[in-house]
Every structure is written in C-alpha cells, then in structure tokens.
C-alpha cells in the first residue's frame, strides 16, 4: 500500500512496478483523478479532502490494506511517515512497515530526545534545553545561554512552531504562538529552547542501514537555499565549498549516530554548519523530499533500496562501494505566491510543458487538467538536473525551468531561476539566510 499522494506516491509506484510488486494506492474525493491513482494496480477513496479524515485517517487506510491483502505500507514523506503509532498499528496488523522501527520512529521524532541521544553518542549538538514547562523557565535558560535564542517545537518539522527570541522582553509572546502553531499543527504543544546559530548553512547527509546491523552514507546534500518559513526550495549534491575534512566529519557522524540508536531502512540526518563545525540538528527518519540528488550523484534507487531492506534483504554493499560521481540540483516547483509570502495557490492547471534533454529528470503528478486542492502541500514538481561539474548541472537546470510550463496557478520556478543566477549560489557560497535576504532586497 502507498500511505501517501501526489509525486511521492507516484514514485513509489514506480518503483514497485520495477520490482514486480503490486501496489494498492488510497486517495481522498479531491484526488480521485490523480496520476498515483490512475497507474496503481487498485486504488480506494479513504476519507474526502482534509487531511484527518483521509491520508491521517489510519483505520481507513489500515482497513484497506487488511481488505486488498498487502503486505507491506509505504509512508512516503509527510502524512503518516514519522508516526510511531501508525508503525505499530502496522505491525500489530501483520503489516510491514516500510521504515524503522516504532521504538527509533519515536526517539528521532522527538527532538528534545533525539539531540540527548545524539549527545551521548558523542555527535555534537547545539546547546540547549530539555522539554520546556513555562515561560518562565524559557525566561532563564534564554538568560543563561544568550540571546539571540530559537525556540523549537519538539515535534516540529517544516519550519512549524519555530521563533527566534532576540530579547528577554519577546519570549512570552514567542512561547505562546510557538506553542499554539505546534499545537495546531503536530497536536504536541511542547517546546525548547537552543542557542540561535547565526546563519549557518542546512547540510544533511543519507544513510541507508539493514536490519543485519550494516549502515552506509550516501554524502551529503546542501539544502541551505530556504524560504523564511525554513522550508527547503534548492539543493544540491555534493554541498560546495565543504572542506573534506568537515565533509568526513559528517558522515563519520551519520554513520555513528544511525548504529548509536539501531537504525532501519532510510533515514536523514540534518545539521547546521560554520566553517568545519557541524552540530546535529534533527533525524528525518524516512525518504526526503530531496532525495533525487543522491540518486543521481550515487546511481542509487532510494525507494527501491527501502522496500529490499524491509523485505528482509542485505544491502548488498559496502561504503568503498559508493561513489560519489557528478553533480546534482534539485528545484522545487510549488503552487506558491513568492511576493505573497508564498501564499498557496489552488485551482486547476490548464497547459503542462516539462522539459527534456540529457541529465534532466521531473518528478510530478502533474498533467493538464489536474486539480490543485487546498487541503495539501503546494509541491507540484521538483526539477533535476545532473552534470560531470557543478556548472554544468547549473547551466542545465537553468535551461530546464525556461523549458518549464505550468499555467492556471502560480509557481516557484521565477524565483528558482534568481536563485540559480545569483552571485551567491554561483559561487558556492550561501548560508540559510541567504534566500530570505533576496527576498526582502527584491521586494
């Protein structure tokens, strides 16, 4: 079963038609004519359009795998990926679980845990705070680490339920809608507190691990290039300007973290760098929505590789095995307003062109007609572009975005494009402020 929709659900399904399995997609009333519907071999309406009552909505969705007989359920990202729950209901059903287990879904998923865990497996971490309980104890641990602080939601993802606090004077009012976005938005309220790292860059490496205990890395991917909400919009593979000393160190650490809390299947670890410093920041413990650039830089099938080791089987390799070959950058094309503060976009997309050509590929669900309903994330297509250099992959994605046509709704690929041409990304040398900045000198 894929637990998911729109590209990721496709891809999903490719992968499994590649590898001879059948696949049982679900959908809510608004996706009924969508492309992962269409190519799976059954598909079942699970709940109508808002997200609780269809794609959270986890006894519909394990009724229709008990119903069609599978064997296995494939998160995807988003939605159910990085419930624990939803990974035990699974297993309590005979169902298989297409990532790690329950127990490490939990750990990684909270990240006032896991950055205790990360600690006391030696991988640095940025200081901070256990679990919150007042204002007043954000108040004085704010005090003692300096300000400016960031206030996180240990639920989070996203950019949700994330403030930074720059004085004393700001914290009630930053705990308190903190708090109530990671309430709304991840039904945990909790917060903490870390020391503000002043435009670091957003670097994070993939590992792969088997149930026999074996964990590789697939380097690293620079995802620096964020919106203001701190969502991710260009990254790429390998992250440039990276001394090879900083890049050892981060894989040296991914690996160690990942066998430290016995680690299955797929999994990202995120951290913030300065200079050859590097501090972990968080443990996505499913596919990424990036995950093209490694595929194209390392000549490996992610989801593909996630279905083998939760099929029982071996990697099948070992880390002198991998090699990192080319360059890769990946676009992010969303139904979005970027002068709008990226308000979301629906309605229906009337004429689709996506482009073509040597080391070009396009992960979408899009067609001319689709429908864009409100209830979901804005992605509607995420460009790639591969070359021999990191110029090369440039040039390439450039033209392929000018190839690019989406009409009916707004998109991201104008501002893609500034980004790709501007001073900073070309040379390599661009930190999480960096979008952000552009954005306030351009507006």
Do not use: W
Request: some cysteine; glycine content about 8%; proline content about 5%.
């Amino acid at each position: 079963m894929i637990a998911n929709r729109g590209e990721i659900a496709l891809r999903i399904n490719r992968a499994c038609q590649e590898l001879g399995v059948r696949t049982v997609a679900v959908f809510s009333e608004p996706d009924r004519e969508s492309l992962h519907v269409r190519q799976a071999d059954e598909a079942f309406c699970v709940g109508p359009g808002p997200v609780p009552r269809s794609y959270l909505n986890i006894p519909n969705i394990i009724s229709t795998a008990l119903i069609t007989g599978c064997d296995a359920v494939h998160p995807g990202y988003g939605f159910l990926a990085e419930n624990a729950r939803f990974a035990e209901i699974c297993a309590d059903h005979g169902l298989v679980f297409i990532g790690p287990r329950p127990s490490v879904i939990a750990a990684m998923g909270d990240k006032a845990t896991a950055k205790r865990v990360m600690h006391e497996a030696g991988v640095a971490t940025i200081p901070g705070t256990d679990i919150l309980a007042t204002v007043a104890e954000a108040e004085n641990a704010a005090e003692k680490l300096g300000y400016p602080v960031l206030l996180k939601a240990t639920a989070g993802g996203g950019g949700k339920g994330m403030r930074v606090v720059e004085r004393s004077e700001d914290v009630e009012r930053a705990f308190a809608s903190a708090t109530a976005e990671s309430e709304a938005s991840f039904k945990d309220g909790r917060l903490y507190l870390e020391r503000l790292i002043s435009n670091p860059r957003h670097i994070e490496v993939q590992v792969l691990a088997d149930e026999f205990g074996a964990v590789v890395h697939l380097g690293e991917r620079d995802c620096s290039a964020q919106k203001p909400s701190h969502q991710k919009l260009v990254e790429e593979s390998p992250a440039p300007n990276l001394s090879a000393r900083a890049r050892s160190a981060l894989h040296d650490m991914a690996v160690r973290a990942s066998e430290r809390v016995g680690y299955t299947n797929a999994g990202t670890l995120e951290f913030l760098t300065t200079g050859d410093d590097a501090y972990f920041m968080e443990m996505n413990t499913r596919i990424q929505v990036e995950h093209p650039v490694t595929e194209m830089v390392y000549g490996i099938d992610l989801v593909k590789e996630q279905i083998r080791i939760a099929a029982g089987e071996a990697l099948g390799y070992v880390q002198r095995d991998l090699v990192a070959r080319g360059h890769a950058i990946e676009c992010r094309i969303n139904a979005e307003d970027p002068r709008n503060n990226f308000a979301p976009q629906a309605g229906t997309v009337t004429n689709v062109v996506f482009p073509g050509g040597p080391g070009i590929r396009v992960d979408t669900h899009l067609y001319p007609g689709a429908s864009i309903p409100p209830y979901y994330d804005s992605l509607l297509a995420k460009a790639v572009a591969y070359g021999d250099t990191r110029e090369a992959a440039i040039a390439r994605m450039e033209r392929a975005l000018r190839e690019t046509v989406i009409e009916g709704v707004q998109t991201t690929i104008g501002l893609c494009l500034e980004v790709l041409a501007s001073r900073e990304f070309r040379a390599g040398r661009y930190d999480i402020g960096f979008l952000p900045s552009m954005l306030g000198s351009a507006v």
